[in-house]
């Protein structure tokens, strides 16, 4: 099946500072990869649809300044969390659809 | 925008006994429904999907069934097993924008 990786698999952070998480379709090209976030024993959150060569398209909601997502390959999405804060503390997973969406093991960002 | 409303939020059921998981969604235009399990700390994994021009699907112990005009779909699992316990989420989406929405999740429980 469809592998998708994230790096890092979890990350603390000073609040102030910027994040970068990476997620990687290993196996397939990628023309449309997702965002989710996803809060302890809750669902996930669709927070953005990433496009190779083009601007993501944010839920609303979603302040885009704030969460930059690049994509810059068809393998590779990026999600840089900005002057991060602690309630941006969260479980953040990605996906990529071959056909279905695949999901990464997702990253877990705790800001201090 | 589409919302989907997953029922009941936790499930305990007998070794042995079938667990049944609920979704309705409000968009009639979604089209694709997949089901995810999600195990703690893990990826959500694919388990099962129905497509709008189907009634019903089934896969060894898990079945999905999906009635369009009442715009619900259910996930059947036959002959639980321990390892059935996670939390199952399900999802709809439409042709074109491959977004997914997801449920509220359920908490199964088998107990042996």
């Known amino acids: 099946g469809a592998v998708v990786s994230q790096h890092p698999s979890w990350v603390i952070c000073k609040s102030g500072t910027s994040v970068k998480i990476e997620c990687r379709s290993l196996?397939?090209?990628?023309?449309?990869m997702f965002w989710y976030r996803q809060f302890p024993k809750q669902s996930l959150m669709l927070m953005a649809t990433?496009?190779?060569?083009?601007?993501?398209?944010?839920e609303q909601g979603v302040e885009k300044d704030k969460f930059l997502i690049n994509h810059a390959s068809l393998t590779l999405s990026t999600l840089t969390v900005t002057s991060a804060h602690p309630e941006d503390s969260s479980f953040y997973i990605c996906?990529?659809?071959?056909?279905?969406?695949?999901f990464g093991p997702g990253t877990r960002l705790t800001v201090t | 925008g589409e919302n989907v409303e997953q029922h009941p939020s936790t499930l305990s059921v007998q070794e042995g006994d079938s667990a049944v998981i609920k979704c309705t969604y409000s968009?009639?235009?979604?089209?694709?429904f997949p089901w995810y399990k999600q195990e703690l700390g893990k990826r959500p994994q694919l388990i099962i999907d129905?497509?709008?021009?189907?009634g019903e699907k089934k896969d060894q112990r898990i079945a999905v069934t999906l009635n369009k005009t009442a715009k619900h779909f259910s996930l059947h699992i036959t002959e639980t097993q321990p390892e059935d316990s996670a939390v199952y989420f399900c999802?709809?989406?439409?042709?074109?924008?491959?977004?997914?929405?997801f449920g509220t999740g359920t908490r199964l429980k088998v107990l042996a």
């Open positions: 968009d009639s235009a979604s089209n694709y």
């Open positions: 990433s496009n190779e060569g083009s601007k993501a398209t944010y």
């Open positions: 129905i497509r709008s021009n189907v």
């Open positions: 196996d397939f090209q990628a023309t449309t």
């Open positions: 999802a709809a989406s439409k042709g074109g924008t491959y977004k997914y929405i």
């Open positions: 996906s990529a659809r071959p056909g279905e969406q695949y």
